[in-house]
């Protein structure tokens, strides 16, 4: 199967889960699946191990669980959280009339908080036919179709952000406070603990990421005023490999990987799509998590970052520019270098669920390094 299709990148269990417990389970508690199911691993999913599963009538499903073992973030793999943002969206889909207003998404089934069943808590999704692009080039695609592409996850991102929590039901799914202030000081607290995780061969520490204490400090002092976009529902990891593109169409059928969702400022997830608009054509060869960093020239993406705030404001119904996007740009590569020193902390701890995680948990020192360049860029330019 082609690695541009959901389905593409699963193979052989690495993260072993007793099928037979699980059958029994899904046997008993949903007549959705007609267990029993046979099970095989995405290689994608960086921190929740994803199982494709496929029932006695040939219908096929995902499966999200946490890892095995000791956490190092008691609120990190929340599966619970995804559940719920999935099924209060499938909820809002159902009472909405204009298709062009939903928001693609795969329907939940089963949440199972019951730990003896396999060992951990997971739940149970439709599966969705359609493409998942590994590279955000989307070199299969033509220009014209790359920009589409584009421009829908775009369009997609700015109704998900004009949602109002509250009429979904999920106005208490997360903090009112103002939402970069409390990233900083979580996410920091989680990277001190990541960089004190000891490789159980070598006996190193993973380490921190290069001006750790002077970022923060800077972040800290820069915030951007919140009140005018209000809050609103933050997927937390918005980018162009957590997509599922129609089979043909250069449109968005599901949104993907909902493990950090919480309320907060919706330029977050703007900041997380155009990230590979943050890195140099010098760095590496292709992907941002997958096989280094690269940049997004245009011709490799035949759309301006100019255009894609355009188009993000139209939809969203706000000013453009956008004046407080440089900081969300820098933040957002920062928080980058966090999750990418957490994959770095799981594979010391042999608790990693990818099978690049060794070569993506090595990424952290440069993107710090990045996210850096990035606001001492925008103060030497007058930009904040």
Request: with cysteine; hydrophobic share 40%.
């Amino acid at each position: 199967m082609s690695p541009t299709k959901i389905g593409g990148g699963y193979g052989e269990i690495r993260a072993s889960i007793p099928i037979g417990a699980l059958n029994e389970y899904l046997s008993q508690h949903t007549h959705v699946i007609k267990a029993p199911v046979t099970v095989k691993q995405f290689q994608y999913g960086q921190s929740n191990p994803t199982y494709f599963l496929t029932d006695v009538l040939g219908i096929r499903f995902v499966l999200r669980k946490k890892p095995s073992g000791t956490l190092l973030s008691p609120t990190a793999h929340a599966i619970e959280r995804e559940f719920r943002v999935l099924s209060a969206l499938q909820l809002y889909n159902e009472h909405t009339k204009d298709d062009t207003r939903k928001i693609p998404i795969p329907n939940p089934i089963i949440l199972c908080e019951d730990q003896a069943v396999i060992g951990t808590s997971f739940y149970v999704m439709e599966f969705l036919e359609g493409r998942i692009f590994a590279d955000f080039k989307m070199p299969q695609l033509s220009p014209s179709e790359r920009k589409a592409c584009w421009l829908d996850a775009v369009r997609v991102l700015a109704l998900l952000g004009s949602l109002n929590p509250g009429d979904l039901g999920l106005e208490t799914f997360g903090p009112h406070t103002a939402y970069f202030p409390r990233q900083i000081k979580s996410l920091a607290r989680i990277s001190r603990l990541q960089a004190e995780a000891v490789d159980v061969d070598t006996k190193q520490t993973v380490g921190p990421i290069p001006y750790f204490e002077e970022s923060i400090q800077w972040y800290s002092t820069h915030l951007p005023h919140e009140s005018k976009v209000g809050t609103r529902i933050v997927h937390g990891d918005y980018k162009i490999d957590n997509l599922v593109f129609h089979p043909t169409e250069t449109r968005v059928i599901g949104i993907l990987d909902w493990e950090l969702c919480t309320l907060g400022s919706p330029l977050a997830d703007l900041g997380n799509l155009t990230l590979p608009y943050n890195f140099g054509p010098s760095i590496a060869t292709t992907g941002y998590l997958s096989e280094g960093l690269r940049g997004a020239p245009q011709e490799a993406i035949p759309i301006t970052l100019g255009e894609i705030e355009r188009e993000y404001c139209q939809v969203a119904k706000m000013s453009y520019p956008i004046k407080e996007m440089p900081f969300v740009r820098s933040w957002m590569t920062f928080r980058l270098a966090i999750i990418s020193q957490g994959i770095a902390a799981r594979h010391a701890r042999r608790q990693a669920s990818s099978l690049s995680a060794q070569d993506q948990g090595k990424l952290f020192h440069k993107l710090g390094l990045i996210a850096r360049d990035i606001y001492i860029e925008a103060r030497d330019g007058s930009q904040l």
